[in-house]
């Protein structure tokens, strides 16, 4: 009987253990699966993790995919979607028909001011660019917007902060391809634009929001901005 006791307390001891084993794995290989599954991981969702820890100050939900809001537009007309950074962790997007042209995943988004020039025949991008209007300078800026040739369209998303180095010559510049808010964009201000150039009227497409502390949903930066539409293509 006293043998059969010890080989009792001798099997329990070997399952025990076995379990002790057993468990973390089975736990270690579910999140591995998990991981490998997770239609979260993409090439964009990475490089925002990546910007995330580098940059982790406020916790920040953004939609998923490069360009969240898909837009089917006459034939006549070429589609846009415009996103603005969140904070200082996640970066601007711009989309022109349904496809990513500017964002942190193409290495040509940053703090500051970001722009992509559009054909307004075509709707074929021209040129992308970012510039950051707080340790940066403005003269860039200024010769950027210069350049753009008459008849094109000018996308502009805000990341972080847009404006501090802006001065009156660059926000003239920004009046006559049409916006409004470029007159009081202030301190990490969210904006998106859409404008012309050429064009002497207000744009439709604009979108702004005040860096105010009793109401940002990011601590110190407002909740970001989406807008999309469709653009009619230039017919002269």
Not at 9 to 21: E, G, T, Y
Not at 60 to 76: A, F, L, S, W, Y
Request: aromatic letters at 12%; hydrophobic letters at 40%; one cysteine or more.
């Amino acid at each position: 009987m006293y043998c059969a006791y010890v080989r009792m307390d001798f099997l329990l001891s070997r399952v025990l253990q076995s379990v002790v084993v057993l468990v973390p794995m089975v736990i270690f290989f579910a999140l591995i699966l998990q991981f490998y599954n997770n239609p979260f991981k993409t090439a964009w969702n990475f490089a925002l993790l990546e910007s995330f820890s580098r940059t982790s100050e406020v916790a920040v939900n953004v939609p998923d995919g490069p360009c969240t809001i898909k837009r089917e537009c006459p034939d006549d007309h070429y589609s846009f979607f415009i996103q603005s950074g969140a904070a200082n962790v996640f970066g601007p997007k711009i989309c022109i028909q349904n496809e990513l042209v500017l964002g942190t995943v193409l290495n040509n988004a940053a703090a500051g001011i970001n722009l992509v020039t559009v054909n307004g025949r075509t709707g074929a991008v021209i040129k992308t660019g970012t510039f950051n209007m707080f340790s940066g300078e403005v003269e860039p800026l200024i010769d950027f917007l210069k350049e753009i040739d008459k008849g094109s369209v000018v996308l502009v998303a805000s990341y972080d902060d847009p404006s501090s180095k802006l001065n009156d010559e660059a926000r003239k510049l920004f009046v006559e391809m049409g916006s409004s808010s470029i007159q009081t964009l202030g301190f990490r201000d969210n904006w998106v634009f859409v404008g012309g150039k050429g064009e002497s009227m207000k744009s439709k497409y604009e979108k702004y929001i005040k860096n105010d502390a009793s109401t940002n949903k990011y601590e110190n930066w407002p909740e970001l901005i989406n807008m999309d539409g469709c653009i009619p293509k230039r017919l002269d």
